[in-house]
């Protein structure tokens, strides 16, 4: 078989292959539910009922969304420039470990004022935790995939250094855990009484800036040149290496405000267990919208849906929650596999 | 139609058509080939050529039609069939393992998968053999990688001969060749002739054709519109065959040089991987005048182009942009200058390919007003700007918002030269600026540089193509493993005496310095 | 010193070289796939399931070698995943390596759980036990430490020969080699780029996988969530640090496990009571780091790596 190539695909290709491959992931949770003894029309009914049934169930995926709306803008970003970041995971604990040091009373200032200044220190401690790999690559040619890669196990074995040491709570009673933020670092809720923190507005408007960064400006417009074709952009004068730099600074912060946005707006404080993999859901959330911003937003939604929806699910109907994996990961596969259908035909001879 | 009479048909094609999207590529073509006969299949780029011979070889499926070799169907699709048939083919891009010897090369895919072992002594035996026979002379445990381009000709040629091909299909095999070296290769094929190979043999150059072939097949816009015996023909006719019309050839009007705009004196650049750096490099681009480098490919051209645009710096000897050495070289400190750039590779380093032509436009002048301020662009006047290059360098496009992807090569050059040229460079830099294009494009191309040259520009033009070098430039040097010969006014050297010294006679004895290979 | 002391022990040399067997595994599954052409982030994942179906195969009442074929088996199949996506299909190597290793995870997290509803600790099982090789295992150092290991690590070594005469000694070798070099050779000389590239990646899945048994099978002897613990990753970097030769990447990865050994031993030292434990833990991840750097300007990386290949392109 080859492949060639369609120049206009038509309107059935482009939206027929992607709901096809909904439906392969529908197909493949079926099976699983099947496999798991339960009926499959009501595992899946349980799991849209458990995402999307009620505000609280809403809510609930709304403030799962938001660390993914992070995390998925921060990959975005990377891969618009071909830089493969898959250590969100440890910008994420970057910025979470920032939050609780200017959080819990080092820093006498009003709320108004204390938070921007913790999610900026945050964002530079996300980019500096990514610029370390980057700078390896520019530099020494260091493939970043492993190394963003390691730095995650290298974090969390930090985190966990300091959650045993510098960073416990003396009021724990032995757990490893951080201290509680004070009041003033605690980011509010949107509509009080509702069960949904600022945290989310903050990620919607960052989907909004990525979104204008990478159609208006001349960054943006770097950015795509560099990870399209890197050595045209080089031989345009276009400096490659700084505009990898730029969007680490600018993935690594996004990432680094997942983990403020968990801490300040939700948990209150740091454990080691604070991200399950936000870092990676973040690939999967990004690849599925075509490395958009703003569908980053609707895809963030969608995820953290199946996570949500599977979590209550699995309490009733006894399905091992794990599906929201299986189904996450085989959305991602069965979309880019769609895609590239979208825009190629098979030739079997 | 069949080869002249009573010679024993070993490859007949019937009817062959093959279609790529809306491009007829090849329009029921039918041809034989007689035993110990060259055919020669001549047309210009874009004529179908490759494609057929592909077909031939099994890398393309035929949309229509059928091969037969020594009477047999050809089973489509599968160059395993064709080799098995006794098809040999030495592709235009050598298909090559730089990371193996050149006896693995040979050796690959010739036992099966899982025979356990390789068999290499008696195949050491049969190479040497046939390296004698046929004149190919190959150090079978030399690396790929470090051969010259040359040897790995001669290893892709063995590799076919090794199998026991009966028939061998080369496609454009003196593209990359010196003059000397191309007598060596037709010295190969005569012998290979002698033994009852049967030759096709793609070419656009008339010379050779007329040299090494018996029959001349003409494709144009994948129909073949003419067969003749070669004894029968001359350059002209076959020239009118090709494009259909006369060709006319570039004029230069008689102009006195001006004052050098570039130069450079005594320049070394560092190696990089398989590609030379220069070495003593000692030139001057001079105003009104354009400079023709010819060499075999490999020898340097990259590095040359690479400093001149702004990608490389020296490591010794100096650089000087009218008189003064530039403060500091990359390639926005080139574009600052006034160079102009047209790269050797259009799809690789002189577009995005999923850019829109609008953003290829801007490529190198994003960064400068009125295209953005401040950071931010202005994408009415990227695309006003867009709109003007398409118009005045008859860019054929759906328009400024398509994906440059979908543009012929030639349109996508146009688009490169205009974005160059709109710039009113001082010096230009043409890398193979006709490569792969049709003879119309060609035409426009070369028109353009010739008045770029007439207003006062100083040109560069790198060219593997010695005629068109030769047409073209005021003055030549000859690059060879990153030395520089001295330079040849117009009219004072013929082919062969270029093609000595990019065979590397001439250059004196070797040029030694510590130092200069490493990095 | 302590550090000495510790290296001159038979038990610590025996520890490195049972550390280094699964990544051995593993890194010349990873080695065969990046050979063809095609980088497989999927070994993390795949390890995974290798684990958990070698172990689960066990658990269930079937035999220690009927394990690792189970779990061979199903690497194979995640493998073939990849394989069909990205050869054929030529779509990202990264986003689908990195799918199929969630997918992977995932799938044996489920089939844990579904399996072992209730378990709160893992159940156990008999792994393989040390076979002292008669003669060999009574030599001072180098017996204990090389010759009374577990069957599976004898494989290990012995795979890391056999990789190594058949990718330079064989037809198939070369062909591989060659699909990783240039895939058009390949092409010309009437072999298909396709299967060797995906047969590679199926067969180095499968290795990936029996390194990650190894973990359940003769090192820990029961599963649990997170046991590969970045090994995958780790391997990728022996890949590069061996500059894509089996001989090299395994004495890459007997060294790095002699580091990780070392680091177990120096916690227990006077001097494990002033540093926090997790600066151990972090050793072996900066280690492979530091291996990377080292290494990345000089290997010569397969020049078609990454490059998809599309029979006939334009």
């Known amino acids: 078989m080859r492949l060639e190539p369609i120049a206009n695909p038509s309107l059935v290709r482009r939206v027929g292959l992607p709901a096809a491959a909904l439906a392969l992931t529908v197909l493949m949770a079926s099976l699983l539910a099947l496999l798991a003894g339960a009926n499959p029309f009501a595992t899946l009914g349980l799991i849209v009922k458990g995402a999307a049934g009620s505000k609280f169930a809403l809510l609930e995926t709304l403030n799962r969304a938001t660390p993914l709306i992070f995390t998925g803008l921060a990959v975005a970003v990377a891969f618009r420039a071909k830089l493969w970041n898959i250590g969100a995971e440890a910008q994420l604990y970057a910025g979470a470990i920032v939050t609780v040091l200017l959080g819990t009373g080092a820093l006498p200032l009003p709320s108004a004022l204390l938070l921007p200044v913790i999610a900026l220190a945050a964002m530079v401690a996300g980019a500096l935790v990514l610029l370390g790999p980057v700078l390896l690559k520019t530099r020494a040619g260091v493939d970043e995939v492993v190394t963003t890669l390691l730095f995650n196990f290298i974090m969390l074995l930090f985190v966990s250094l300091l959650l045993e040491g510098p960073l416990k709570d003396p009021m724990g009673m032995g757990w490893p855990k951080s201290p509680a933020l004070e009041k003033a670092a605690r980011l509010p809720r949107i509509v009080e009484g509702l069960r949904l923190h600022w945290g989310f507005a903050l990620a919607i408007l960052s989907a909004l800036a990525v979104w204008v960064i990478q159609t208006r400006t001349t960054l943006g417009y770097e950015i795509r040149a560099v990870g399209l074709n890197a050595e045209a952009a080089r031989f345009a004068g276009i400096p490659v290496g700084r505009v990898m730099i730029k969007t680490a600074v600018l993935s690594g912060g996004l990432a680094a405000l997942a983990g403020f946005s968990e801490v300040a707006g939700l948990k209150g404080n740091l454990t080691l267990d604070l991200s399950p993999g936000f870092g990676y859901t973040g690939i999967i959330v990004a690849m599925l919208a075509l490395l958009n911003p703003l569908g980053v937003v609707l895809s963030a939604i969608f995820v953290a849906g199946v996570f949500v929806g599977a979590d209550s699910m699995s309490r009733a109907a006894g399905v091992p929650t794990y599906i929201a994996d299986i189904l996450t990961a085989t959305a991602l596969l069965t979309m880019v596999l769609a895609i590239r259908l979208t825009r190629t035909k098979i030739r079997w001879r | 139609m069949a080869p002249e009479t009573g010679a024993e048909v070993v490859l007949r094609l019937d009817g062959i058509t093959k279609r790529f999207g809306p491009l007829l590529a090849n329009d029921a073509i039918s041809f034989g080939l007689g035993k110990g006969e060259v055919i020669a299949l001549l047309g210009e780029n874009g004529a179908g050529k490759t494609t057929l011979m592909n077909i031939l070889f099994g890398h393309y499926t035929a949309d229509e039609g059928t091969v037969e070799v020594f009477g047999r169907p050809l089973p489509p699709g599968h160059p395993r069939a064709a080799l098995a048939a006794g098809v040999g083919m030495v592709h235009q891009h050598f298909t090559l393992a730089d990371n193996m010897t050149a006896l693995e090369n040979i050796l690959l895919g010739t036992r099966p998968l899982l025979a356990p072992r390789l068999g290499a002594r008696a195949a050491r035996a049969k190479v040497a053999r046939l390296s004698r026979d046929f004149g190919l002379a190959v150090h079978p445990d030399a690396r790929v990688g470090a051969l010259s381009v040359g040897e790995r000709q001669r290893v892709e040629i063995l590799k076919a001969l090794y199998r026991d091909a009966r028939i061998l299909i080369l496609d454009e095999p003196t593209a990359v060749l010196t003059p000397q070296e191309t007598s060596a290769l037709f010295e190969t094929l005569r012998k290979a002739v002698a033994q009852g190979l049967s030759v096709i043999f793609i070419s656009h150059k008339l010379g050779e054709v007329m040299e090494i072939s018996s029959r001349v097949l003409v494709l144009r816009h994948g129909r073949l519109v003419g067969e003749v015996a070669t004894a029968d023909t001359d350059r002209h006719r076959l020239a009118e065959m090709m494009v259909g019309a006369e060709i006319a050839a570039p004029r230069l009007s008689e102009r006195a040089p001006g004052p050098a705009l570039l130069t450079l004196s005594e320049v070394d650049t560092p190696r990089r991987g398989n590609a030379p750096g220069l070495r003593g490099v000692t030139l001057a681009l001079r105003a009104g005048q354009i400079t023709g480098l010819a060499g075999v490919s490999g020898n340097g051209q990259t590095a040359l182009a690479a400093l001149i645009g702004g990608l490389e710096t020296p490591v010794r000897g100096s650089m000087e942009l009218d008189g003064a050495p530039p403060a500091d070289w990359s390639p926005r400190a080139a574009l600052a200058a006034a160079i102009a750039r047209i790269p050797e590779d259009r799809h690789r380093t002189g577009t995005v390919a999923d850019f829109t032509l609008t953003e290829n436009a801007v490529l190198e002048s994003y960064a400068d007003a009125p295209f953005s301020r401040r950071g931010w662009m202005n994408w009415r006047a990227a695309e006003d700007f867009a709109r003007r290059i398409i118009a005045t360098y008859d860019v054929r496009c759906p328009g400024p918002a398509a994906r440059i992807r979908l543009l012929s090569g030639g349109n996508m050059q146009k688009l490169i030269l205009g974005r160059a040229l709109e710039a009113e460079p001082r010096i230009i830099l043409a890398n193979q600026p006709v490569r792969g294009l049709d003879i119309g494009a060609v035409t426009f191309v070369q028109n353009r540089l010739i008045a770029a040259r007439d207003k006062g520009a100083a040109v560069l033009l790198i060219s593997e193509d010695l005629d068109e070098v030769m047409a073209l430039s005021d003055v030549i040097h000859v690059i060879y493993e990153g030395r520089l010969s001295p330079a040849f006014p117009r009219g004072t050297m013929t082919p062969a005496g270029l093609g000595g010294w990019m065979a590397g006679h001439g250059f004196g004895p070797e040029y030694t310095r510590g130092g200069a290979d490493a990095a | ?314």
């Open chain 3, 1 to 314: 010193m302590d550090i000495l002391e510790i290296i001159l022990t038979a038990s610590f040399w025996a520890a490195a070289v049972r550390i280094a067997s699964p990544l051995i595994f593993a890194t010349l599954g990873e080695l065969i796939c990046e050979r063809a052409g095609v980088l497989n982030l999927g070994i993390e994942g795949i390890m995974v399931i290798g684990a958990f179906t070698g172990w689960m195969t066990v658990y269930l009442g079937f035999g220690l070698w009927t394990g690792v074929l189970v779990a061979m088996l199903a690497g194979m199949l995640f493998g073939l995943v990849h394989a069909t996506l990205t050869v054929p299909f030529g779509l990202s190597q990264h986003v689908v390596g990195l799918g199929v290793t969630l997918l992977a995870t995932a799938t044996a997290a489920f089939a844990y759980r579904l399996s072992l509803p209730e378990v709160t600790s893992p159940p156990k099982i008999v792994p393989f036990q040390p076979l002292p090789v008669p003669g060999l295992s009574e030599l001072p150092l180098i017996g204990p430490a090389f010759f009374a290991q577990t069957p599976l690590t004898y494989l290990a070594f012995v795979l890391i020969a056999v990789v190594s005469v058949v990718l330079y000694r064989t037809p198939l070798g070369l062909a591989l080699r060659a699909a990783g070099e240039n895939p058009a050779s390949v092409e010309a000389q009437g072999l298909s780029v396709t299967a060797m590239r995906m047969g590679a990646v199926i067969v180095g899945s499968g290795l990936m996988a029996i390194g990650g048994a190894f973990l359940t099978m003769s090192a820990f002897s029961s599963f649990f969530f997170e046991m590969v613990n970045g090994r995958g990753w780790i391997c990728i970097a022996l890949v590069v640090f061996g500059a894509w030769r089996p001989g090299k990447a395994a004495l890459g990865a007997l060294l790095f496990a002699a580091f990780d050994a070392l680091q177990v031993r120096l916690q227990q030292t006077p001097m494990g009571a002033y540093v926090p434990y997790q600066v151990f833990l972090m050793v072996p991840y900066i280690l492979s780091i530091l291996a990377l750097v080292l290494m990345s300007r000089r290997a010569e990386v397969p020049a078609a790596l990454m490059v998809p290949f599309n029979k006939g392109e334009r």
